[in-house]
């Protein structure tokens, strides 16, 4: 992964401390009860982002951290090795 340490770690507890808060997610996913869940053809990608964007990583972190020298496909692959699928 080319993600350094810092920001992988900082995801992470971002995502873990959402989950914690809110245990339900995964069955909600599993379940299709999310905004828009007809349009959907990869459930475990469309959870990986929405975990990322619910959780108190601000936007303007993402942009001006990992974007300066990470694109989504490196994103994606960090999101993976932290969020477990949802369909196995």
């Not at 020298?69 to 999101?79: E, G, K, Q, S, V």
Request: aromatic share 12%; hydrophobic share 40%.
């Amino acid at each position: 992964m080319k993600i350094t340490e810092k920001h992988y770690r900082e995801i992470k507890q971002a995502i873990n401390i959402l989950l914690e808060a809110h245990p339900e997610l995964p069955e909600s996913y599993i379940a299709g009860d999310f905004y828009r869940s007809e349009l959907v053809k990869d459930i475990d990608k469309r959870y990986r982002w929405d975990l990322l964007n619910f959780s108190n990583i601000s936007a303007k972190y993402i942009c001006d951290n990992l974007y300066s020298y990470l694109n989504d496909i490196h994103i994606d692959t960090a999101l993976k090795s932290i969020v477990k699928p949802l369909i196995k």
